[in-house]
Nanobody, 123 residues
Framework: QVQLVESGGGSVQAGGSLRLSCAAA??????MGWFRQAPGKEREGVAA????????SYADSVKGRFTVSQDKTQNTLYLQMNSLKPEDTAMYYC??????????????????WGQGTQVTVSS
């Protein structure tokens, strides 16, 4: 059974916005996050949220531009991306974990992943 399904990716011009969604089959995870991976680069943590408290973490590169949020009634995680830059181009992945230890922006902390959605930002 697919646990996490991302949607909302696409192609936009620099300065534009996109909102990614991650539909979860169940919403009993302790933390959920968004990661991205560009060709030839390592996967990096973008944003994360503690599902009970709503506390969030962001990578420095997206602070002030991206916002992670959740709708527990819809079992959905969101990533609102504003002021997009060409360097934001990547495959974006949703991730989830029941664990409370480990960095929220490290991929090794998470054990459940979606299939990814492509975001392309042109200059």
């Amino acid at each position: 059974q697919v646990q996490l399904v991302e949607s909302g990716g696409g192609s936009v011009q620099a300065g534009g916005s996109l909102r990614l969604s991650c539909a979860a089959a169940r919403y009993s995870y302790t933390r959920m996050g968004w990661f991205r991976q560009a060709p030839g680069k390592e996967r990096e943590g973008v944003a994360a949220i503690w599902t009970n408290s709503g506390a969030t973490s962001y990578a420095d590169s997206v602070k002030g531009r991206f916002t992670v949020s959740q709708d527990k009634t819809q079992n959905t995680l969101y990533l609102q991306m504003n002021s997009l830059k060409p360097e934001d181009t990547a495959m974006y992945y949703c991730a989830a974990t029941p664990n409370s230890v480990g960095s929220s922006l490290k991929s090794g902390t998470y054990n459940t992943w979606g299939q990814g959605t492509q975001v392309t930002v042109s200059s």
